[in-house]
């Protein structure tokens, strides 16, 4: 573990659908919003409001929330003008994503005393979740800037980081979160998940272990959950090298639209066979069904309990495997680890899905017009072939590995973050943003029938939207479909309103430059 403390870098920036398989959301990646971990510095108490709060603690350790906004609450009241218990109440709003109410908590305390770290960073936290990172960020350099042990603080700027695809930065911070604060288990988890996506496995199962032994955490499910996943990623660990590469620099393969997703044809294992696996910038990870792995023979390396999904009962088991090579036209990338699932079928033959994982070391280009999927690769660092940038969006991974943009739906003011999914082939809006008046008023009588990765789900609203924007890009009448998005916003670390599909998507050629967390949407002429 580090011993110093990164500087953090003064100059601020200018303040029948079907749905993806990546969208399982498996509750073991998801790391709570903001720990609540005891301030630095926090004011010399009396007996029972120091009680109070400590017991509060507890109670948030243990997930019962009600209580310990109780117990919060008396404790404001007994210090009357301290900010203190105000702000750790705020805290745990955020954790439960009620930030309305954490904000209204935090601004007036952050502006009533300019130099209360604390509070900048609870403020922080909130804009945080809500999207707004360009106020976050400025508002965690506050923070630290006030009080360079805050270990709070440092964890917002380490998650901000992780979400703008800065892993690098993200782990430098969270580990000064863990050194100030070695033992808040959300500090240690999210340093746990940071470093698996930097493929520091073994670095990950050993922060999934020291969170295990540290947390107070009474839900057996996700313990079960952390533990499998501990399993695989040691046997990660023990491999060379995951995602190698090889074959040619670049290659084009055809693309069929079934049912507005795209499907590739690849090869696995070095067999002739060429399988069916759905483009999907909805998972971060490769997916392969049940039927597929029997067939090839790919063992399941581990389990790791149950997971939540939309769909049927809402739950599926977690299952890990492991395949040796694939290939792609003529690039082959070698050691890709997968899940092997159930698929519940829509009447189309799926073998898998391609996650971002398997693409991301590529300059990648799904062009809907011409039907044809790219892959191109370059040894200096930086993507082959760069995107105009002037015309290039920016792109954030949320938690779960899902790739999230800024989209505004006509009649209401505020950018929204959608998933841009191309493994979905409807796009989708949240039930709150259904609700809103300038939405609500575009329901259609038809229901709809959706297949997701835990069950099928009859009689789901839609919803013909006036206008779609992405950027400069506007597309009218686009139909969405309305689903309850909380089990994918508990995982995302900010709020996702909905989800960009195929039906977007498909008036577009899109190059995804993952090492810059860009995309290019280039509008078609013809739409297939």
Do not use: C
Not at 358 to 380: Q, R, V
Not at 488 to 495: H, T
Request: hydrophobic share 40%; aromatic share 10%.
């Amino acid at each position: 573990m580090r011993k110093g403390r990164k500087r953090v870098d003064a100059s601020l920036p200018n303040s029948g659908s079907a749905l993806s398989y990546g969208l399982m959301v498996i509750l073991l990646a998801i790391a709570p919003l903001f720990a609540i971990a005891a301030d630095k510095g926090k004011p010399d108490l009396t007996d029972d409001p120091k009680r109070l709060l400590k017991q509060a603690e507890k109670l948030i350790r243990r997930g019962e929330f009600a209580e310990a906004e109780r117990m919060l609450n008396e404790a404001s009241k007994a210090l009357g003008d301290d900010p203190y218990p105000k702000l750790r109440l705020a805290q745990l709003f955020i954790k439960q994503r009620r930030l309305t109410e954490a904000y209204d908590i935090a601004f007036p305390e952050a502006k009533a005393e300019p130099k209360n770290a604390y509070a900048f960073a609870v403020l922080g936290g909130t804009m945080l979740g809500i999207g707004r990172f360009r106020d976050a960020r400025a508002l965690f350099y506050s923070a630290i800037r006030i009080d360079k042990s805050n270990a709070y603080a440092w964890y917002g700027y380490g998650m901000l980081e992780f979400y703008e695809n800065r892993i690098n930065e993200s782990l430098a911070n969270l580990e000064e979160a863990v050194y100030h604060d070695p033992n808040e288990p959300d500090y240690v988890f999210a340093l746990a998940q940071v470093s698996a996506r930097a493929e520091r496995y073994k670095a990950a199962a050993d922060s999934y272990k020291r969170f295990l032994s540290i947390s107070k955490d009474t839900d057996d499910e996700r313990r079960v959950r952390i533990r499998g996943l501990i399993n695989f990623l040691t046997f990660l660990g023990d491999r060379q090298v995951l995602y190698a590469t090889a074959g040619a620099d670049r290659t084009t393969v055809p693309v069929v639209l079934a049912g507005n997703r795209p499907v590739v044809q690849m090869e696995v294992n070095g067999r002739d066979e060429p399988l069916d696996f759905v483009l999907d910038t909805g998972s971060g990870i490769s997916v392969i069904s049940e039927e597929t792995a029997k067939r090839l023979k790919i063992r399941p390396i581990t389990k790791g309990g149950f997971a939540r999904g939309i769909g049927g009962d809402g739950r599926f088991e977690i299952v890990y495997g492991f395949v040796r090579e694939v290939r792609i036209g003529d690039v082959v990338i070698r050691n890709v680890p997968v899940y092997i699932r159930k698929f519940h079928s829509d009447g189309q033959k799926i073998d898998g899905y391609i996650g971002l994982s398997l693409i991301s070391k590529f300059l990648t280009t799904l062009d809907y017009g011409s039907l044809t999927f790219s892959l191109a690769k370059s040894s200096s660092g930086r993507s082959a072939n760069p995107i105009d940038e002037s015309i290039a969006l920016p792109l954030r991974l949320t938690s779960s590995g899902f790739l999230s943009g800024e989209v505004q739906l006509a009649g209401v003011e505020a950018p929204l973050n959608f998933i841009v999914d191309t493994g979905a082939s409807v796009s989708v809006i949240s039930d709150e943003v259904a609700s809103l008046d300038a939405i609500s008023p575009h329901e259609q009588p038809e229901k709809m029938r959706v297949i997701g990765s835990a069950g099928v789900t009859e009689g789901v609203s839609s919803f013909q939207l006036p206008s779609v924007s992405f950027g400069p890009h506007l597309k009218r009448d686009i139909t969405a479909i309305a689903l309850n998005l909380e089990m994918i916003n508990e995982a995302s670390g900010f709020q996702q309103a909905g989800i960009l599909g195929g039906n977007f998507l498909k008036n577009f050629k899109l190059t995804f430059d993952f090492k810059n967390s860009q995309v290019t949407f280039s509008p078609l002429d013809t739409v297939p």
